[in-house]
């Protein structure tokens, strides 16, 4: 037994490495969820479901924060109490910034709450269950605030990813404001309309969704909310299809 902090440096390493291992499975679709839509409303638009919701952000960030402070916490923890005095400087270097490291997920679960209680669910429909390309599709949004909130803009965009599993590229996008630079007072909503139409050369297919095929392409609609303090984007998981294919799918 002798006070050395290379154990527990792997340990902090392991966890270090896991939590950035996120980011590009989540980038490359493997964390996206099935596009659904649902029938609803008048005029047969559909309602559809989205990637996540803002609760749902906050705690999931606050859930990495946790754990990354209580795993780092234990291994630091057992290394200054169950080790011989003469512990090396490197422990305390390493320690020191693992655990300022975590003040960034700290600071993103403290975003996510504060967005949480200031935005409401933001709601997207569609005039068709599947985007035909090359033919318009008509997109309504509705975004309502919990609190007095200036907002900046808000974007609608109709976006194409190519998704490799580890990563992805932005084949297309195209964008509206439903608006800018204006001040809301709580329970109000903003609402807009807007019509998207994808050009001759963008037009790629939705590839079936699995979460194990790969590349893949993957349509959705992005609400972007960007205020003072923040910026964040929900996004709609959608289907595209040619023409005929997007008939035969309605």
């Known amino acids: ?25 989540r980038a490359g679709g493997v964390l996206s969820r099935k596009p659904l839509a649902i029938t609803g409303g008048p005029f047969d638009w559909y309602n559809l479901s989205p990637g996540g919701t803002y609760p749902a952000r906050a705690m999931i960030w606050c859930t990495a924060s946790a754990l990354w402070y209580l795993l780092g916490g234990i291994a630091i923890a057992h290394y200054y109490l169950a080790t011989p005095p ?30 949480a209680s200031r935005l409401g669910a933001p709601k997207v429909k569609m005039t068709k269950k ?15 605030f919990l609190r007095n909130t200036h907002i900046r803009e808000i974007r609608v965009t109709l976006t194409c990813y190519r998704r490799n599993g580890l990563g992805s590229e932005k084949y297309y996008a195209s964008s509206q404001f439903a608006a800018q630079d ?35 392409t993957d349509w959705q609609i992005e609400v972007t909310t960007r205020t003072a303090q923040s910026s964040v984007t929900v996004n709609f998981p959608i289907l595209a299809e ?6 035969k799918a309605a």
């Open 1 to 25: 037994p002798i006070g050395r902090f290379r154990p527990y440096g792997l340990i902090l390493a392991g966890v270090a490495l896991l939590t950035a291992s996120v980011f590009p499975l």
């Open 182 to 216: 204006r001040t809301v007072r709580a329970d109000e909503k903003i609402q807009g309309e807007f019509t998207f139409e994808v050009p001759q050369t963008k037009q790629h297919p939705s590839t079936r969704f699995t979460r194990l095929d790969y590349p893949r």
């Open 130 to 144: 599947t985007v035909a390309l090359g033919e318009p599709v008509i997109v309504r949004i509705e975004q309502s």
């Open 242 to 247: 040619h023409a005929k294919q997007a008939v």
């Open 86 to 115: 003469g512990h090396e400087i490197k422990g305390a270097v390493i320690s020191a910034l693992y655990l300022l490291t975590g003040a960034w997920p700290a600071w993103q679960a403290f975003t996510a709450c504060a967005i």
